[in-house]
């Protein structure tokens, strides 16, 4: 077994680069032939995806984060090799959110090589949304409104890990606003003064928040969650349910499913997939099913 291996050193605040030794060592252990090819800046990984001649490989590999994976995706779905391999992911990021539906948490990269070495595959569906006239992709999340001005923050205190979310949270709870929303759902037309949309294909997010507990990553949906116009006194009770998901039964919070949605915004907002920061309403999402491979426990 060969497989391409996209790594991101910088990962975890600098920490995922120390990991690198032992990984290569594990890899040699299960007998796989590994090519390493290092990100040297936030787009490479996408940039090294699309370039790669991924037919000379069994798999392709994202070690990193959850961000490195969405620029991992986007660059495979670029490429212009016939083959479309498996997918893979090293979780050595501060997000790790999708490795979650592998049971793997952020420490758990030699049992992601041991689900690799197995070569079990599986098809899951992929969020594929158009903005400024150009196609992205994401196996995660894609949120806008508040989670996005969230994650804005997150960035800057990401030296503190997952806790980073939390504090992104609390500063942004200073300065809450909501938009006006227009979202079509499968042909469905509904309007809300909003606080924020996430539109999920996975179940979490930020790697600890159940965003999204009924998600099944390969049921030909996107999981959508609105909260609605709500004080900073209620979004302050709401918050810690995130982390068990039982926000979804709160007042306030709606969840839909969809294979198609359109979304409008008063004013623009800009959109977080995958905790990145790319992008800005209008936008339309669709669900592609089952449309990629996915080394799985």
């Given amino acids: 077994m060969k497989i391409l291996l996209l790594f991101n050193p910088h990962a975890a605040y600098g920490r995922a680069a120390k990991l690198l030794p032992e990984i290569l060592k594990r890899f040699e252990e299960k007998e796989i032939e590994v090519e390493l090819l290092k990100t040297e800046a936030r787009g490479h990984a996408c940039q090294l995806a699309a370039d790669a001649d991924l037919s000379a490989y069994d798999g392709l590999i994202a070690a990193g984060g959850d961000g490195t994976l969405y620029e991992v995706i986007n660059g495979y779905y670029r490429n212009d090799s016939p083959e479309k391999i498996p997918l893979g992911v090293l979780p050595t990021g501060t997000g790790n959110a999708f490795a979650r539906e592998l049971d793997l948490q952020a420490s758990d990269w030699e049992k992601a090589i041991d689900i690799i070495s197995v070569q079990k595959k599986k098809k899951i569906d992929v969020g594929h949304y158009l903005c400024e006239g150009k196609d992205f992709y994401y196996l995660n999340i894609l949120g806008l409104g508040f989670v996005s001005d969230v994650s804005s923050i997150a960035q800057k205190f990401k030296i503190f890990g997952n806790t980073a979310y939390t504090l992104g949270v609390l500063y942004q709870l200073i300065f809450l606003k909501t938009h006006h929303l227009k979202m079509e759902i499968d042909g469905r037309s509904i309007e809300r003064e909003n606080i924020f949309v996430e539109i999920s294909n996975t179940r979490y997010t930020g790697t600890s928040f159940l965003m999204a507990p009924q998600a099944e990553i390969d049921d030909g949906y996107l999981d959508i969650t609105l909260l609605d ?63 990629v491979e996915i080394f799985w426990t």
């Fill in 229 to 291: 116009k709500k004080t900073r006194r209620g979004i302050l009770k709401i918050f810690p349910t995130i982390f068990d998901g039982s926000h979804v039964e709160k007042e306030g919070v709606e969840t839909f499913r969809a294979r198609h949605l359109k979304i409008e915004t008063e004013p623009i907002k800009i959109l977080t997939p995958d905790g990145e920061l790319t992008g800005q309403t209008p936008i339309e999402v669709h669900c592609l099913p089952q449309d």
